[in-house]
Every structure is written in C-alpha cells, then in structure tokens.
C-alpha cells in the first residue's frame, strides 16, 4: 500500500499566484487532514474532512479551500499566495476521528517569494 | 481555547541516560497522541493513549496519560543516538473528529 501519497514535495511560488496540493489516500479512511508546519513549530490544523463530501474549518483556514469529492482524495487549494504561507502542509488520514492514529504523508514544501 | 504545551522544548542528553518529556494541555481531553519526526521527514505514530492511566511501552519509549492533571509524559530508558528526533504529544480538540492539536515538540539529541 502506498498509504498517504503528497504531490508536489517541492515548488516555488510566486506572490499571488494559486496552486494545489494533492493528497491520497488507498487506506479507504474516511477521514483526512491538511496541517501546515513552519520551521521548529508543531502542526496547526487547516481543514479536515470527515467524509466525502464533507469539509470543516482548522485552527488556520484563512487562505485556503479544500474539497472531499471522493474518499481517496482531499485536495488543498490556495488561492492567492502570500508570503506568511510559505510552510511544509501535511496530509494525514485516519479510518476514525478518534481512536487511530493519523498517518501522514511525506509533505510538501511550499515556498512564496 | 486548547493549548498543549511540551517541555523541554530541546534536550541533549547522554547515550545510556534516562529522561522525561511533559506534555501540559489545558482543557478535558480523554485522547493524547505521540508522534516522532526526523529532520526533513513526516511524522511517525508512538503511542496512542485513550484513557486516564493508559500506559504503554515499544522499546526504550514508555509513554503514560494522566487525563486528571491533564499531563502526559514520554519517558525515555537508556538513550541511544538513533532516539535522537523530534517528538511531538497532540490531544484531541473536539471530542470527536480528530482535530488535533499538536505542542510545540521537544527536539531529542542523544550523543554518543
């Protein structure tokens, strides 16, 4: 199984450009997560999905629009890139909110000069 | 608002020795969660832990959860180099979807 797939891990952006993060999943878990991590900081939750769908606000959902069309995929939409979203997003999936751990994909590494 | 709180945020500690890594959050949660990430890497699942008193054990890693004093703590036996990582402790914020909210991660370097 290829678990939580991330595309691109990198790209460079320029201001005001818009873009989307790809992220899949073949665990058929119903729910999924975008977090953003800056540099030596924990993650902070953007969105989540708690099924095809279905999509809910995080700690941090300014900037950003998802979509849950089907369970395998929650893509992750910016629109308008801005300095202060430069960051690592993480994807993660889980078969349950609650008592599963969340795996995680490999990242991707977005920088916006 | 929930807020976790881990300390020490960097440790630097001698292979063979022992710690303790606290995680703080300020608000009920039944659910705390352990993950490590290497540099430049995803995160990793320790420990899942569902209930006051969980405690549990994979190799020099023993995590436990007090849901009472709303503490957790990662206890590490005999360091060696290849612990050395970033650890993260997140709890629950919702009751029931999963939103987790992560600390700021305790940076682990284990020298020889």
């Known amino acids: 199984n290829a678990g939580v797939t991330q595309t691109p891990k990198f790209r460079i952006l320029k201001i005001g450009q818009s873009m989307t993060l790809q992220c899949a999943q073949d665990?058929?878990?119903?729910?999924m997560y975008w977090y953003r991590q800056d540099p030596g900081m924990g993650l902070k939750l953007i969105y989540y999905?708690?099924?095809?769908?279905?999509?809910d606000k995080g700690e941090v959902p300014n900037g950003y629009n998802v979509s849950r069309s089907t369970t395998e995929d929650f893509p992750l939409r910016l629109e308008l890139a801005a300095p202060s979203q430069t960051s690592v997003y993480f994807c993660?999936?889980?078969?349950?909110?609650?008592?599963?751990?969340?795996?995680f994909g490999d990242g991707t590494r977005l920088s916006i000069l | 608002e929930l807020k976790v709180e881990q300390n020490p945020l960097f440790l630097s500690m001698q292979e063979g020795k022992n710690y303790t890594i606290y995680c703080n959050y300020s608000?009920?949660?039944?659910?705390l969660y352990w993950y490590r990430q290497d540099p430049g890497k995803s995160l990793e699942s320790l420990f899942v832990?569902?209930?006051?008193?969980a405690v549990k054990q994979e190799g020099r890693l023993m995590a436990s959860l007090d849901t009472k004093a709303r503490l957790s703590t990662l206890h590490i036996t005999a360091a060696v180099h290849d612990l050395s990582a970033t650890y993260f402790c997140?709890?629950?914020?919702?009751?029931?979807?999963?939103?987790?909210?992560f600390g700021q991660g305790t940076t682990l370097q284990v020298k020889p």
């Open positions: 997140a709890v629950d914020g919702s009751g029931n979807t999963g939103k987790l909210i």
């Open positions: 999905s708690v099924g095809a769908g279905i999509t």
């Open positions: 665990m058929n878990h119903n729910y």
């Open positions: 608000t009920t949660s039944d659910r």
């Open positions: 832990l569902l209930s006051n008193g």
């Open positions: 993660a999936s889980s078969y349950e909110g609650l008592n599963q751990p969340q795996h």
